[in-house]
């Protein structure tokens, strides 16, 4: 019998739904795999199984009546510890929350949680999200269960362990440059930054700035697209709207007509390790094969480069004055991402919000005549565990700079690197693009997998 914990999220739920599972043997053998592997690599910061066994006992309950909660009935799903939880302990990674308990779930979390997903645990975070290192003064440092001697970046880095390790089928993340991305990319798992707007981000301690936002996390596309299609939908509740098609796990394995694409192995003139490069370029004689026409190209984002500071700044301040952290607590990651939004003036962000419109407008056109744009997620190896925050040696330009434009991308597992680590396969498309490039990457997934289902 295959191990509860190596099925799909998609198999899993099909099994529950049919009989063959209960939303109970489901969660225990989750708990053996999370107690025994979890003190190595220290993804969940906290745990509540007595909750989800009476949760899962309920759905049980219903299941044998021949009624379902919805497409997650009974599957297991972690919650990253920037989002609320109800009566789940909740502390962005940070000594002032350390004990802090919501009294109500985020949106994206109480959809989870109504469709039927069991949520059982807190995945680490370095706090409030601001570093590349998932480390924080409250519960210390993850490691990659590839290599717990090497890092899962940041900031999504519980999340991507707890999938990598088999502790959990989906989990949630958060992306404000790159964080359920570059951790995807890491661990061999997927990971998703949507439009903004597609999954509604409330509570948002800066609701009007979409570039912060939740993202589904799986080991396979369509697993992510299972959640996706929960967390997705607008709300009266946030400024920032979706009007697109949006994603349907029942059209995942549509074709997508082959048209252009842009491949770049040196992203925004990126200096990109030569394992990385090698591990990805066969994506290219993969899509040739089927008749898409490739161009070595990328969208014109580096203009942006000179603002990262300001965009990280202005995104700490934002979340420091929502949240009102004690400050004389907080980790030197956070301080720093404050420090670089203190001091700036109104010039710097005129100068910022004029480069940004003409980058928009240049991108823009860009996907006028590309369908997507392929780059390696990372350009470096994977970095030592406990390397510093302020010493990480990767150069993040290849995630930081699409979510600027709010554009849909997404790190899909793609060979490995020299050191025997995963690669990611980056894939960007056009604003709104997000259910044609989700088919674009299970097709990739597919092909290389053998995977046809």
């Not at 969940?44 to 299941?63: G, Y």
């Not at 949006?246 to 992203?267: D, F, I, M």
Request: proline content about 8%; overall charge negative; charged content about 20%.
């Amino acid at each position: 019998m295959t191990d509860i914990t190596n099925l799909s999220a998609v198999d899993m739920a099909q099994q529950i739904r049919a009989g063959a599972l209960t939303a109970t043997q489901v969660l225990a053998a989750h708990r053996d795999r999370v107690e025994a592997v979890n003190g190595v690599v220290n993804a969940f910061v906290t745990l509540d199984w007595e909750a989800a066994q009476i949760r899962t006992a309920e759905l049980d309950h219903m299941a044998a009546q021949g009624r379902f909660a919805g497409p997650l009935h009974g599957v297991p799903i972690a919650i990253k510890d920037v989002f609320e939880t109800k009566s789940l302990r909740t502390t962005y990674g940070s000594k002032s929350f350390e004990t802090h308990v919501p009294d109500a779930d985020a949106l994206h979390v109480k959809r989870l949680r109504d469709a039927g997903a069991v949520i059982f645990g807190k995945t680490n975070t370095p706090e409030f999200a601001f570093s590349g290192q998932t480390s924080n003064p409250v519960s210390g440092t993850t490691r990659n269960p590839h290599d717990p001697a090497k890092t899962v970046a940041g900031s999504s880095g519980g999340a991507a362990a707890a999938l990598a390790a088999g502790m959990t089928p989906l989990a949630d993340g958060s992306d404000l440059g790159g964080s359920t991305r570059t951790p995807a990319a890491w661990c061999g798992v997927v990971g998703y930054r949507p439009t903004s707007g597609l999954i509604p981000y409330d509570p948002n301690p800066t609701p009007f700035d979409g570039l912060s936002i939740p993202g589904p996390m799986a080991r396979n596309v369509s697993d992510l697209t299972l959640m996706l299609e929960v967390m997705q939908g607008n709300t009266a509740t946030q400024p920032l709207g979706y009007w697109f098609e949006p994603p349907s796990l029942a059209k995942l394995n549509a074709p997508v007509e082959p048209r252009k694409l842009a491949l770049s192995l040196a992203p925004f003139g990126a200096s990109v390790d030569p394992s990385i490069q090698a591990a990805i370029a066969p994506v290219a004689d993969l899509c040739r094969a089927v008749g898409w026409q490739i161009k070595e190209d990328a969208p014109d984002l580096a203009p942006l480069l000179p603002f990262g500071g300001l965009i990280r700044g202005l995104s700490a301040l934002g979340y420091r004055d929502a949240i009102q952290p004690d400050m004389a607590q907080a980790s030197a990651s956070f301080v720093r991402a404050c420090a670089a939004g203190e001091g700036l003036s109104l010039q710097d962000y005129i100068d910022y919000r004029r480069v940004r419109t003409q980058v928009w407008q240049a991108t823009a056109r860009f996907f006028e005549a590309h369908d997507f744009a392929l780059w390696p997620t990372t350009t470096g190896l994977a970095f030592p565990a406990d390397q510093p925050d302020h010493d990480l040696p990767e150069d993040w330009r290849s995630v930081t700079l699409t979510p600027v434009m709010e554009l849909p991308s997404i790190s899909i597992p793609f060979g490995t690197s020299s050191d025997g680590m995963p690669v990611g396969l980056h894939i960007t498309g056009p604003r709104g693009s997000d259910a044609k490039l989700l088919r674009f990457a299970r097709w990739i997934e597919r092909t290389v997998s053998g995977d046809i289902r």
